[in-house]
């Protein structure tokens, strides 16, 4: 499972407040991954950082923020959460693997906006 | 902009069937993913294609990787129940990031 843990792993908030989920790895991945899955759309590309305070955006990333201040955890940020940011979240860190690289992911944040 | 497009989006099979599903993607690109998911779970990795015509099997799965047409096939056969699940495919886009398809729910009925 590549030793990926998130928490917390089910949440559920009000609009407007601000909320952090917390990816954790502990087998040094350079590149992490925050992704969101929403039906109809696969996975979308949210943040990923390549290293210890590198982040860059992705996708779909307004309304949300990352930090990454130790390589083993990737925070992901929603300052004011909002009802379309219902979803489940998804952290992934890059593995090489046979000679291929190879993103894996960890269990998900189901998180829930009212 | 790469896209990424699976079909179908759902399909109902009976087991023992044959069956391939399809994944387009709109720009060049030298990677490509399968990867399975059943319900409330997270995503498993399948396949990793990088080079054209590239063929790989595990079990009753066999994806393969034309980068000239830009598609991706992955052929289920002799269906059985314990492969229903949702199939994605995604596609690296620069520094590893992935562009995923819509996801193909597949429910194989005995």
């Known amino acids: 499972d590549a030793g990926i843990t998130q928490s917390p792993r089910h949440k559920v908030t009000e609009t407007g407040t601000p909320v952090t989920l917390r990816c954790h790895q502990t087998e040094n991945h350079r590149y992490m991954y925050w992704y969101r899955q929403d039906p109809g759309h696969g996975l979308r590309l949210i943040h990923y950082s390549y290293g210890v305070k590198d982040t860059d955006k992705g996708e779909v990333s307004d309304g949300y923020s990352v930090s990454r201040s130790k390589t083993e955890d990737f925070l992901l940020t929603l300052e004011s959460a909002t009802s379309s940011q219902t979803s489940v979240y998804f952290c992934?860190?890059?593995?090489?693997?046979?000679?291929?690289?190879?993103?894996?992911f960890g269990p998900g944040t189901r998180l829930l906006v009212l | 902009e790469l896209k990424v497009e699976q079909n179908p989006l759902f399909l109902s099979m009976q087991e023992g069937k044959n069956y391939t599903i399809y994944c387009n993607y709109s720009t060049t690109s030298d990677r490509l993913y399968w990867y399975r998911q059943d319900p409330g779970k997270s995503l498993e990795s399948l396949f990793v294609l990088l080079s054209n015509g590239a063929v790989k099997q595990e079990g009753r799965l066999m994806a393969s990787l034309d980068t000239k047409a830009r598609l991706s096939t992955l052929h289920i056969t002799a269906a059985v129940h314990d492969l229903s699940a949702t199939y994605f495919c995604a596609v690296v886009q620069g520094a590893q990031k992935l562009v995923f398809g819509q996801g193909t729910r597949l429910t194989i009925n005995p």
């Open positions: 992934a860190i890059s593995q090489q693997g046979q000679g291929l690289e190879t993103q894996y």
